[in-house]
């Protein structure tokens, strides 16, 4: 089990940025990011993968930058240009229990962090 503290949430008006943290116990290959609202599904923001390899879901391609620092087992995810409808608690996984390490590859994760908030108003 990876744990996974995750820092950086926070409350931003439309158009503004935030950068999320999420430090690793210890380094796994696939790592990424998910996020919830109140009363929609669990979506997979951004993964990924230690060689190369990154994935976006579409909502978030050109404004979200996902990247790790290997060396710090730290997970960061650049938010951009953000809209009220990235509202959500997001959570930091790592340790693929199966699927791809894409949005597409609709991975599955052995561990969790605790979520940090991201609120955005218009």
């Known amino acids: 089990q990876v744990q996974l503290v995750e820092s950086g949430g926070g409350s931003v008006q439309a158009g503004g940025s935030l950068t999320l943290s999420c430090a690793a116990s210890r380094y796994t290959s696939c790592m990424g990011w998910f996020r919830q609202a109140p009363g929609k599904e669990r979506e997979g923001v951004a993964f990924?993968?230690?060689?190369?390899?990154?994935s976006y879901a579409d909502s978030v391609k050109g404004r979200f930058t996902i990247s790790r620092d290997s060396a710090k087992n730290t997970l960061y995810l650049k938010m951009n240009s953000l809209k009220p409808e990235d509202t959500a608690m997001y959570y930091c996984?790592?340790?693929?229990?199966?699927?791809?390490?894409?949005?597409?590859?609709?991975?599955?994760?052995?561990?969790w962090g605790q979520g940090t908030q991201v609120t955005v108003s218009s």
């Open positions: 996984t790592a340790g693929l229990l199966g699927g791809g390490c894409s949005v597409s590859g609709r991975p599955r994760f052995r561990s």
């Open positions: 990924k993968y230690s060689v190369g390899g990154t």
